[in-house]
């Protein structure tokens, strides 16, 4: 079992910054990915980032060279460093995690945190 807990949103103006931190608890040995998704309002889900357990990293192509994921396996945490921030990024933004229980597969989701990019 795995739990996760997001943090970091806020308002913040375009072209700033923003970092987002999620907290993992549990069966952290049993997380293979973790990821970030976003979800603007009337739009769908979408992937921002994921980072697997040996840390390789992928982006959608909207945020490359403008956001990094990353973690940090002592504090069982993982990161979204935002950068050059653009109103579209507006979203609320989860933390996800798929991991492994005996044989079965299973996700992992954060109660999500805002992200709003205004002037």
């Known amino acids: 079992q795995v739990q996760l807990v997001e943090s970091g949103g806020g308002l913040v103006q375009p072209g700033g910054s923003l970092r987002l931190s999620c907290a993992a608890s549990?069966?952290?040995?049993?997380?293979?990915?973790m990821g970030w998704y976003r979800q603007a309002p009337g739009k769908e889900r979408e992937l921002v980032a994921t980072?697997?357990?040996?840390?390789?990293?992928k982006y959608a192509d909207s945020v490359k060279g403008r956001f990094t994921i990353s973690r940090d396996n002592a504090k069982n945490t993982v990161s979204l460093q935002m950068n050059s921030l653009k109103p579209e990024d507006t979203a609320v933004y989860y933390c996800?995690?798929?991991?492994?229980?005996?044989?079965?597969?299973?996700?992992?989701w954060g109660q999500g945190t805002q992200v709003t990019v205004s002037s």
């Open positions: 996800n995690a798929h991991y492994y229980s005996t044989i079965y597969d299973y996700a992992a």
């Open positions: 980072i697997t357990s040996g840390g390789i990293t």
């Open positions: 549990g069966s952290i040995s049993s997380i293979y990915v």
